[in-house]
């Protein structure tokens, strides 16, 4: 399980975009972090071989950010471990994080089998 956000845990480093424009103003080596599900960067992203992450809201988002090549997809804690089977049956490539703002909650992702945590 990988753990994001935590202050005990060092991490990869992610970098906030909005547009195509941003992009080149990114440093290297980071994962592009994409807060707001936006198909066309996401495109963007992939026909560019760049690393990102995406925050999804429903099923439909989950299963097009795995397709269009999403590293991470970002969703609640419920919807995370709602996906987890269906990644898993589908054999996504991309990885499911679930949002949480507690150690505790850490636990209860991985009995879920969660692919990793989101400290708010």
Do not use: R
């Not at 996504?92 to 991985?110: N, T, W």
């Amino acid at each position: 399980m990988k753990v994001f956000g935590h202050p005990l845990i060092d991490t990869e480093q992610f970098y906030v975009i909005k547009s195509q424009e941003e992009i080149a103003k990114t440093p290297s080596n980071v994962i592009l972090k994409i807060e707001k599900f936006d198909i066309e960067l996401m495109k963007y992203c992939q026909k560019n071989a760049l690393m990102y992450m995406v925050n999804v809201t429903n099923i439909k988002e989950a299963i097009f950010a795995n397709l269009i090549g999403a590293k991470y997809i970002k969703a609640s804690k419920s919807l995370a471990k709602e996906l987890m089977p269906i990644a898993q049956n589908y054999l996504f490539d991309s990885q499911i994080l679930g949002v949480i703002s507690k150690d505790s909650e850490i636990g209860e992702l991985a009995k879920a089998n969660v692919d990793g945590a989101w400290f708010k």
